[in-house]
């Protein structure tokens, strides 16, 4: 079933992509002057679909929704809620995720550089029987750069893809039970996590409160 809700999602992601693509040169060609909506970013607000893993592996789900807003043509905030799971595993993970944005240029390619904080909490359980398991609860909050690029396909619709480098701070607590006798262990860590599959982002912002053009 999970996998059927992540083919689905990567299909969505298509059929809203090439289409708007097509669609987008066709309008380009009957009016050039719709460019100058894409620079008008100021109060600008959207819900956010994305995926986590780049690389769309299909044992594994990392993705989310959120919501995103301009508050100038430069600076934007959004604040999401991700979620994933491991197929070949009994885990599941919940993130909230605070991300700042600083667009280097206005207009239909709008790279971006920023940072994020983010605070996660995972849980892990491996059974053998009702009274051997072993269960993982992790709660890792994180931060870090990040840069990006937006493409505008619409004035409403626009693809972003991003990548970051996350510091990570991790309280691990570790339940096992052997023939019921349960024993418990703490720790921390500090990572620093820089994999392609795990700290990239591509995703969908669909906006939808209308630009404003200027006089």
């Given at each position: 079933?999970?996998?059927?809700?992540?083919?689905?999602?990567?299909?969505?992601?298509?059929?809203?992509?090439?289409?708007?693509?097509?669609?987008?040169?066709?309008?380009?060609?009957?009016?050039?002057?719709?460019?100058?909506?894409?620079?008008?970013?100021?109060?600008?607000?959207?819900?956010?679909?994305n995926?986590?893993?780049?690389?769309?592996?299909?044992?594994?789900?990392?993705?989310?929704?959120?919501l995103?807003?301009?508050t100038?043509d430069?600076?934007?905030?959004?604040?999401?809620?991700?979620?994933?799971?491991t197929?070949?595993?009994?885990?599941?993970l919940?993130?909230?995720?605070?991300?700042?944005?600083?667009?280097?240029?206005?207009?239909?390619?709008?790279?971006?550089?920023?940072?994020?904080?983010?605070?996660?909490?995972?849980?892990?359980?491996?059974?053998?029987?009702?009274?051997?398991?072993?269960?993982?609860?992790?709660?890792p909050?994180?931060?870090?750069p990040?840069?990006?690029?937006?493409?505008?396909?619409?004035?409403?619709?626009?693809?972003?893809?991003?990548?970051?480098?996350?510091?990570?701070?991790?309280?691990?607590k570790?339940?096992?039970?052997?023939?019921?006798?349960?024993?418990?262990?703490?720790?921390?860590?500090?990572?620093?996590?820089?994999?392609?599959?795990?700290?990239?982002?591509?995703?969908?912002?669909?906006?939808?409160?209308?630009?404003?053009?200027?006089?």
């Amino acid at each position: 079933m999970i996998h059927v809700i992540h083919r689905l999602f990567i299909i969505i992601l298509i059929l809203i992509c090439v289409p708007s693509v097509v669609v987008c040169g066709e309008e380009k060609l009957k009016n050039e002057k719709k460019e100058d909506l894409f620079i008008q970013n100021a109060k600008k607000t959207g819900i956010i679909f994305n995926v986590n893993d780049i690389l769309l592996d299909i044992e594994s789900y990392q993705g989310g929704i959120g919501l995103k807003r301009y508050t100038s043509d430069s600076f934007a905030y959004r604040v999401s809620i991700d979620f994933s799971y491991t197929n070949d595993a009994n885990s599941i993970l919940v993130a909230l995720n605070n991300t700042f944005e600083y667009h280097l240029v206005s207009g239909r390619v709008s790279p971006y550089l920023g940072a994020f904080f983010n605070i996660e909490y995972a849980a892990y359980k491996n059974t053998t029987d009702a009274e051997n398991w072993t269960k993982v609860v992790s709660v890792p909050v994180s931060v870090g750069p990040v840069f990006g690029v937006e493409l505008n396909i619409f004035e409403f619709l626009a693809l972003f893809a991003e990548y970051g480098v996350s510091f990570a701070y991790t309280s691990v607590k570790t339940t096992t039970s052997v023939s019921s006798v349960e024993s418990v262990e703490k720790e921390t860590n500090f990572s620093i996590n820089t994999g392609l599959g795990n700290e990239a982002k591509i995703g969908v912002v669909i906006y939808f409160n209308r630009i404003e053009k200027k006089d």
